[in-house]
């Protein structure tokens, strides 16, 4: 399969945890993003990376989330010490842009969360 | 600020109709459309992306349009089956910058 991959598809923590999730794009794009999707709701914008510079970040991106893309490769999403209202279902999607030009996203399966 | 719209919230029709689904954005200065579709519990599934240059786009059943001075777009649905039931997303990424807004999507039933 060569889509974009995300583990894992769902989490379990209990309030006041960290958890990780990671992603890995389609290969060959070089540009990759986070979202946040809460039941009913479409998609909000966490945050993007080209390759693996962090260039935008969401006001919704709080200090206690954090994103990384080492090598421009896979990319990881930390949040600390999670509360309630962190349950929800956590997106990515990759593109390729060459010269800024307008790529197509393509989203993986998710990574659903739930804090107890 | 960027606000996306779809009307209705959901939708029900016997199998075999065609239909259009509505989608109205608040700022015209948009770089592409995306049309998704999302089945329960599951990811994204892209379906169209129109250039904000074009007016249509087809594939398959569906025929996506876009009408950039007005904010809208529709997506079309010839001859629906009940594999098309799923909520289905319009998103709009803004010219200078790389996001997708997203509307809260149009939740399709089509019956049997």
């Known amino acids: 399969d060569t889509g974009v991959s995300q583990n894992p598809r769902h989490k379990i923590t209990k309030r006041g945890q960290n958890v990780t999730f990671r992603c890995d794009p389609i290969?060959?794009?070089?540009?990759l993003y986070w979202y946040r999707q809460t039941l009913g709701q479409g998609p909000e914008f966490l945050t993007y990376f080209q390759n693996e510079a962090q260039l935008e970040k969401s006001r919704l991106l709080s200090d206690r989330f954090s994103a990384e893309r080492p090598k421009g490769s896979f990319s990881t999403l930390e949040i600390q010490r999670t509360e309630q209202g962190d349950s929800a279902m956590y997106l990515c999607?990759?593109?390729?842009?060459?010269?800024?030009?307008?790529?197509?996203?393509?989203f993986g399966p998710g990574t659903r969360l739930t804090v107890t | 600020k960027q606000e996306v719209t779809q009307i209705p919230a959901a939708l029900s029709v016997p199998e075999g109709e065609n239909l259009v689904l509505n989608c109205s954005f608040t700022d015209s200065a948009i770089y592409n459309l995306q049309w998704f579709r999302q089945d329960p519990g599951k990811g994204l599934t892209s379906l169209l992306l129109i250039q904000s240059s074009q007016r249509e786009q087809t594939s398959g059943r569906l025929n996506a349009s876009l009408d950039k001075s007005s904010g809208r777009s529709t997506l079309y649905i010839a001859a629906s089956q009940p594999g098309d039931s799923a909520t289905y997303l319009c998103?709009?990424?803004?010219?200078?910058?790389?996001?997708?807004?997203f509307g809260q999507g149009t939740r399709l039933t089509i019956n049997p």
């Open positions: 998103a709009v990424r803004i010219q200078g910058a790389q996001k997708l807004v």
């Open positions: 999607a990759s593109s390729f842009n060459p010269s800024g030009t307008g790529g197509e996203q393509y």
């Open positions: 290969s060959e794009h070089n540009r």
